[in-house]
């Protein structure tokens, strides 16, 4: 029922910078994107925050991302940015994009997830 396309993954060197892209689109009405976030999951290890941007709130960082990561919204749009600076070889993971959904109106809260996007850090 909400799309999201993850983009920008790809390979850069320690030390260096990449941002990625999600945008969420949806046939339905009435609906408020309220969260939108991005976690990781590494090669045998779980899935885990690294950012998340709530309408109304200061952003919400991983210890691990604090001073490195920058997550952004566009206003009056469904979309986030993560803009990784400093990347370091564990860093590498698949990243996926992640949103809270409101049916305006209702108590119904749903949660989707992109398909994922690969980020490889290494020399």
């Known amino acids: 029922q909400v799309q999201l396309v993850e983009s920008g993954g790809g390979l850069v060197r320690p030390g260096g910078s990449l941002t990625i892209s999600c945008t969420a689109s949806?046939?339905?009405?009435?609906?408020?994107?309220?969260?939108m976030g991005w976690y990781r999951q590494a090669p045998g290890k779980q899935r885990e925050l690294v950012a998340t941007h709530t309408t109304g709130r200061s952003p919400n960082y991983a210890e691990s991302a604090k001073g490195r990561f920058t997550i952004s919204r566009p206003t009056y749009k469904a979309a986030v940015d993560l803009q990784m600076n400093s990347l370091k070889p564990e860093d590498t993971a698949v990243y996926y994009c992640n949103a809270y959904v409101n049916r305006i109106g209702t108590t119904i809260w749903t949660t989707y997830w992109g398909q994922g996007t690969q980020v490889t850090v290494s020399s």
């Open positions: 949806s046939k339905l009405a009435n609906i408020d994107v309220v969260t």
